[in-house]
């Protein structure tokens, strides 16, 4: 039974999730204590019961403490299983969060993974459903991961009530990903969207976006309205993303109430020029979220962030635990290169 300290550095959901999803993956039991501890309001949410509660599904575990509230949860997996499940968070919680626990097991099952999942879409402290669809994903399949994402349906705080669906296809073999140079900037791409709000928001947002980008020559940012039943509550967002020769990046922005459509643009542009100005290779919310995969892989990886976050010093520290590869940060001038060992000799 591996013991992890639920509190360590970020100690929020994302250490949890990891912890339980490369649990099922290794077949190694765990036990998460002090969960959430330092966290205003700590113990498990309810999104976090949805993703153990998914992930004990898809690897037939036997889980106790699984409430919200609890600050220890005991995992016990089993047979990794495929096919078709369905779970609601019942709030606003993120679906893209239950997600990334949901995800490494179902690349790890032994046939395909169907999953319907109901709650918040765009919603804070998580990534976008437009992020984790044109950027997390992509960097998945880079690497040798098949998933296919449907959006139903828009959820916001704080109800939820979106509804997305996506197909896994199993993993056999991760291939690592290795990227010391970003190349040329060939182009920039977005999604400016906002639901049940007037229409000319998403236009706004896209023009402050595009003016915060203008030393570069090729952006293009399609605007989405969802009226009615194409959401659930209002919200929007903006979600850039940079193509480059050997690297693609990505940033966003949420609308919230107070906040001006030409903010969210502006703060969406800023965070993807600060990532594009210092030459990364995988931008800061990226990283941390590709590390388990990539210590999967069949051999090293090395890639560079301008800045490491305290989610990627958390999975630098739990990932070790289970797979035994080591997670290392090098300075490289404004950069810093971020080392995936490969497996053991």
């Given at each position: 039974?591996?013991?992890?300290?639920?509190?360590?550095?970020?100690?929020?959901?994302?250490l949890?999730?990891?912890?339980?999803?490369?649990?099922?993956v290794?077949?190694?039991?765990?036990t998460?204590?002090?969960?959430?501890e330092g966290?205003?309001n700590?113990?498990?949410?309810?999104?976090?019961v949805?993703?153990?509660?998914?992930?004990?599904?898809?690897?037939s575990?036997?889980?106790s403490g699984?409430?919200?509230?609890?600050?220890?949860?005991?995992?016990?997996?089993?047979e990794?299983?495929?096919?078709?499940?369905?779970?609601?968070v019942g709030?606003?919680?993120s679906v893209?969060?239950?997600?990334?626990?949901?995800?490494?097991?179902?690349?790890?099952?032994?046939?395909a993974t169907?999953?319907?999942?109901?709650g918040?879409?765009?919603?804070?402290?998580?990534?976008?459903?437009?992020y984790?669809?044109?950027v997390?994903?992509?960097?998945?399949?880079?690497?040798?991961?098949?998933?296919?994402?449907?959006?139903?349906?828009?959820?916001?705080?704080?109800?939820?009530?979106g509804?997305?669906?996506?197909?896994?296809?199993?993993t056999?073999?991760?291939?690592?990903?290795?990227?010391?140079d970003?190349?040329?900037?060939?182009?920039?791409?977005?999604?400016?969207?906002?639901s049940?709000?007037?229409?000319?928001?998403?236009?706004?947002?896209?023009q402050?976006?595009?003016?915060?980008?203008?030393g570069?020559?090729?952006?293009?940012?399609?605007?989405?309205v969802?009226?009615?039943?194409?959401a659930?509550g209002?919200?929007g967002?903006?979600?850039?993303?940079?193509?480059r020769e050997?690297?693609?990046?990505?940033?966003?922005?949420l609308?919230?109430?107070?906040?001006?459509?030409e903010?969210?643009?502006?703060?969406?542009?800023?965070?993807?020029?600060?990532?594009?100005?210092?030459?990364?290779t995988?931008?800061?919310?990226?990283?941390?979220?590709?590390?388990?995969?990539?210590?999967?892989?069949?051999?090293a990886s090395?890639?560079?962030v301008?800045?490491?976050?305290?989610?990627?010093?958390t999975?630098?520290?739990?990932i070790?635990?289970?797979?035994?590869?080591?997670i290392?940060?090098?300075?490289?001038?404004?950069?810093?290169?971020?080392k995936?060992?490969?497996p053991?000799?």
């Open positions: 039974m591996i013991e992890i300290d639920g509190s360590h550095g970020e100690g929020g959901g994302q949890l999730r990891i912890a339980v999803a490369l649990s099922a290794t077949h190694r039991p765990v998460v204590n002090r969960i959430r966290r205003p700590p113990g498990l949410a309810a999104q976090h949805t993703a153990l509660h998914a992930v004990a599904e898809l690897a575990a036997q889980v699984l409430e919200v509230g609890s600050s220890r949860v005991v995992f016990e997996p089993g990794l299983r495929g096919g078709d499940h369905a779970f609601d709030t606003a919680g893209t969060l239950v997600l990334q626990a949901c995800l490494p097991v179902a690349f790890a099952a032994n046939e169907r999953l319907r999942i109901v918040g879409t765009d919603v804070q402290w998580s990534p976008p459903l437009d984790f669809a044109r997390f994903l992509p960097l998945i399949r880079r690497v040798g991961g098949q998933a296919d994402l449907l959006s139903h349906r828009r959820g916001y705080y704080p109800r939820g009530g509804e997305v669906e996506i197909v896994v296809q199993p056999a073999v991760w291939s690592p990903l290795v990227i010391s970003a190349g040329a900037v060939e182009h920039v791409r977005g999604i400016a969207h906002a049940n709000l007037p229409a000319d928001i998403p236009r706004r947002m896209k402050a976006a595009t003016r915060g980008l203008h570069i020559s090729d952006v293009k940012i399609e605007e989405r969802y009226p009615g039943e194409d659930v209002q919200g967002a903006v979600v850039l993303w940079v193509e050997h690297a693609l990046l990505g940033a966003s922005a609308a919230e109430r107070g906040k001006s459509s903010r969210v643009g502006e703060e969406a542009a800023a965070a993807l020029e600060a990532e594009i100005h210092v030459n990364a995988v931008d800061i919310h990226a990283a941390d979220q590709v590390v388990a995969y990539l210590a999967l892989a069949d051999r090395s890639f560079l301008r800045e490491v976050s305290p989610h990627l010093r999975m630098a520290w739990l070790p635990q289970f797979l035994g590869r080591t290392e940060f090098q300075s490289i001038g404004d950069l810093t290169r971020v995936v060992s490969g053991s000799a």
